[in-house]
């Protein structure tokens, strides 16, 4: 496959928040065959089974979007020791009606970034139970959970830090390995 494309999931709504500047910063550090797109969540109506039958045009994009790309990045924050809600509720919306998952065997990756000393880990951990369930074949190593410090984004967007420009580096070669093991 010359060029893939992979679905970004940020799990915060704020405009400048620390994980929206981190999958920013992941484009930089892609190589050119892959094309990462930000989905767009926060349009999304909270999840209602009785919706199943007549999705919103938000869910339905959505979903068209997840099934078009050949692999999904989630970079979430971490909010009272798990996902936010707005990550769940576009997880639960792709993933319904039971049996029609915009998810199933779409290659994950799972970063994020958090202001506290351990980073997004048990927010990583939920969501990485989620994904098993969805299908989704997980990369799981190498992990990352970073911290929000001063510098750690330059002026042009970049990872500011080149230690941790070089760590995460190392996560995105993993993960780009992985989708091409998965997608072929």
């Known amino acids: 496959m010359s060029q893939y494309q992979i679905a970004v999931v940020v799990g915060s709504l704020r405009k400048d928040s620390f994980n929206r500047q981190l999958a920013n910063a992941l484009v930089k550090l892609a190589p ?8 767009q969540i926060d349009d999304l109506p909270l999840y209602n089974q009785d919706d199943d039958g007549k999705p919103a045009e938000s869910v339905k994009r959505l979903k068209a979007e997840i099934t078009a790309a050949q ?17 769940k509720n576009a997880i639960d919306h792709a993933s319904r009606p039971y049996g ?15 202001v506290g000393a351990i980073g997004t880990a048990i927010a990583q951990q ?3 139970n989620m994904l098993a369930y ?24 970049g990872i500011g830090n080149e230690d941790t420009k070089k760590f995460v580096q190392g996560w995105m070669d993993a993960y780009v390995g ?7």
């Open 32 to 39: 050119a065959e892959f094309s990462l797109k930000q989905l």
């Open 126 to 128: 939920h969501l990485r």
């Open 134 to 157: 969805l299908d989704m074949p997980t990369l799981g190593q190498p992990e990352a959970f970073l911290q929000a410090k001063e510098g750690l984004f330059d002026a042009s967007g």
């Open 71 to 87: 692999g999904v990045l989630f970079v979430t924050p971490e909010y009272n020791r798990s996902v936010p809600g707005v990550l």
């Open 100 to 114: 029609q998952s915009a998810w199933a065997g779409k290659p994950a990756g799972v970063i994020g970034v958090s």
């Open 178 to 184: 992985w989708v091409k093991r998965h997608v072929g």
